[in-house]
């Protein structure tokens, strides 16, 4: 076994079955890279917030890529955490893509648009959160680097060769009044995505997890509010 082998990688872990809902048109893996520097209280991956976790040895990740492959997987989601906190990330996206030809898509919060732009070329698809409106982000995530957000949405319609921007829509926060303000950030993009939020025991904010799932009729209201501020608008979970 090589050093290169031996080596471990920022990935965390990965989901045993491919997914056929994370990444558009594709049947893919999806790993795991733990670390962020935002404060979600309603974090599905609660796990993977905060500090860096050791990571798999390259060895593991590759065995894991190989049985993907045969299991017909075209497409590898690198999520998180956040991964573009990752400093070997355009290493990974290398071996995804370059060694076992799978598609890309990575998905970011917009925190490190210089690892970002490091990326950009090598990816096939970019999700971002916008979590709500920049005014309620140092309160809502624990981030006021606004410039490094605007930065990241311009590098990915710019650059991207596919994208979405995307809102976990929760009922009690994302009022009328920070939707419009979210619609007039993505303005002009080719697509935008608004999800339900889901409530979830495991939820790292105790307030989040009794709050109700969000209703198909709040986010058809939305969509309405929000019309003609991207190409396409998408509602997941309606």
Same mark, same amino acid.
């Given at each position: 076994?090589?050093?290169?082998?031996?080596?471990?990688?920022?990935? @965390?872990?990965?989901?045993?079955?491919?997914?056929?809902?994370?990444?558009?048109?594709?049947?893919?893996?999806?790993?795991?890279?733990?670390?962020?520097?935002?404060?979600?209280?309603?974090?599905?991956?609660?796990?993977?917030?905060?500090?860096?976790?050791?990571?798999?040895?390259?060895?593991?990740?590759?065995?894991?890529?190989?049985?993907?492959?045969?299991?017909?997987? +075209? /497409? &590898? %989601?690198?999520?998180?955490?956040?991964?573009? /906190?990752?400093?070997? *990330?355009?290493?990974?996206?290398?071996?995804?893509?370059?060694? @076992?030809?799978?598609?890309?898509? *990575?998905?970011? +919060? /917009?925190?490190?648009?210089?690892? *970002?732009?490091?990326?950009?070329?090598? %990816?096939?698809?970019? &999700?971002?959160?916008?979590?709500? /409106?920049?005014? *309620?982000?140092?309160?809502?995530?624990?981030?006021?680097?606004?410039?490094?957000?605007?930065?990241?949405?311009?590098?990915?319609?710019?650059? &991207?060769?596919? @994208?979405?921007?995307?809102?976990?829509?929760?009922?009690?926060?994302?009022?009328?009044?920070?939707?419009?303000?979210?619609?007039?950030?993505?303005?002009?993009?080719?697509?935008?995505?608004?999800?339900?939020?889901?409530?979830?025991?495991?939820?790292?904010?105790?307030? @989040?997890?009794?709050?109700?799932?969000?209703?198909?009729?709040?986010?058809?209201?939305?969509?309405?509010?929000?019309?003609?501020?991207?190409?396409?608008?998408?509602?997941?979970?309606?």
């Amino acid at each position: 076994m090589s050093a290169m082998q031996k080596k471990d990688t920022s990935v @965390y872990a990965y989901l045993e079955k491919p997914s056929m809902v994370d990444f558009p048109k594709r049947f893919a893996a999806v790993f795991f890279i733990s670390g962020c520097g935002f404060h979600c209280g309603f974090c599905h991956n609660a796990q993977l917030m905060a500090k860096k976790q050791a990571g798999l040895s390259r060895e593991k990740v590759e065995a894991a890529c190989a049985k993907f492959k045969k299991d017909w997987v +075209n /497409g &590898a %989601v690198i999520t998180g955490g956040e991964p573009t /906190g990752a400093s070997d *990330l355009p290493e990974i996206i290398s071996l995804f893509k370059n060694q @076992y030809g799978f598609a890309v898509k *990575l998905d970011t +919060n /917009g925190s490190n648009p210089k690892m *970002l732009e490091k990326c950009i070329a090598n %990816v096939d698809y970019v &999700a971002m959160d916008v979590k709500s /409106g920049f005014s *309620l982000y140092p309160e809502f995530v624990g981030f006021s680097d606004i410039a490094k957000l605007r930065e990241s949405i311009r590098l990915i319609r710019e650059q &991207a060769r596919d @994208y979405e921007f995307r809102t976990t829509v929760i009922e009690t926060i994302h009022t009328d009044e920070q939707m419009l303000e979210v619609a007039e950030i993505v303005k002009g993009s080719k697509r935008y995505a608004m999800q339900a939020f889901l409530p979830r025991d495991e939820l790292p904010d105790e307030k @989040y997890r009794t709050l109700p799932r969000t209703t198909a009729a709040r986010l058809k209201e939305l969509e309405t509010l929000v019309a003609g501020c991207a190409d396409e608008i998408l509602l997941r979970g309606a």
